[in-house]
């Protein structure tokens, strides 16, 4: 009997424990759920802050990031513009230089037409003195032989009559 009173004993010893443990379990769970129910606000604002914080973190990169492509699109845009003012000076210069070319080009050929046209004028001028002289020359040999201008002597016919 006094086994069955200990064996009694062990087993209201066990449901008493696993009953305490069960209280204790319980107690513990709500005071968990209390605590994180008093706690419930402070998590919150505490998650909000974070993602508060890591929003503005990854703004601030986005925006550096932003500007980082605004600097280089400008960058490139300038060098894109300094390329093509070096483009365009360099066809004026040539433009320049082929305009220096054709002005010269025509400052030469008005020079040899200038030559060309003195040269005609010479050339004019000596065959009207050839001409000229031709025909001083034509007349003094007409004169001759027309004898005018005493070119010739002076025939004199005369009728003598001899009685």
Known sequence: MFASCSRQQEIEEK??????????????????????????????????????EAKRIMEKQLLEELERQRQAELAAQKAREEEERAKREELERILEENNRKIAEAQAKLAEEQLKIVEEQRKIHEER?????????????????????????PKLSFSLKSQD
């Open 128 to 152: 009207m003195k050839l001409e000229q002289e031709r025909q001083r020359q034509q007349k003094e040999e007409q004169k001759i032989i027309l004898g005018k201008g005493k070119s010739r």
């Open 15 to 52: 449901l008493i424990e696993e009953e305490t443990a069960r209280r204790v379990e319980e107690l513990v769970a709500k005071r968990v759920e209390e605590e994180l129910e008093k706690r419930k606000d402070e998590i919150e604002r505490e998650v909000l802050r974070r993602v508060e």
